[in-house]
């Protein structure tokens, strides 16, 4: 195998885990890692605005106003206007959104997290450095992308076979 192959091997297996991953969590709580971590923000902050939860996420306000659109059809998001000022919004967590999150379970970063903070400082520059090239050279650095390992939403299949 050539070293470019072993590099395309690497890189499918992360797809491939990140993809497993989270269709497990959505199949356990109907919601996609960005939708949840979305919830996660909105608990650790408070009542935040959805431009600090797009802040938080390193998205776009774009992209974080399609996820709350969606948390709050499903009912696990309220947004609320400001009394001082009407053009002010916060995002908080329902009663069933609270419920979900307390026992949503952990998101695939956590688990990377822990064995990221293990290595030393070099290894981890290196990482970064590495997956920063791999990234420009697929004409990739300027995708809308945050530290979210998500593939990006997932629907029920169609048929078992899948």
Request: proline share 4%; aromatic share 4%.
């Amino acid at each position: 195998m050539k070293d470019y192959d072993e590099i395309l091997v690497a890189l499918r297996r992360i797809t491939r885990a990140i993809d497993l991953h989270s269709k497990s969590l959505q199949k356990k709580t109907g919601l996609t890692t960005s939708q949840l971590l979305v919830m996660e923000i909105i608990n650790k902050l408070g009542s935040p605005s959805p431009s600090t939860i797009a802040r938080e996420m390193v998205l776009s306000q774009a992209t974080v106003t399609t996820l709350l659109d969606r948390l709050t059809k499903n009912q696990l998001v309220v947004r609320v206007k400001s009394d001082q000022d009407k053009r002010s919004v916060a995002v908080d967590l329902t009663e069933r959104g609270k419920e979900l999150v307390s026992h949503a379970p952990e998101l695939l970063q956590a688990g990377f997290l822990n064995e990221y903070r293990k290595l030393p400082d070099w290894q981890r520059n290196s990482l970064i450095a590495s997956l920063q090239q791999i990234a420009y050279l697929m004409d990739a650095e300027q995708l809308d992308a945050s530290p979210i390992l998500d593939t990006g939403e997932l629907h029920p299949p169609t048929d078992q076979a899948s």
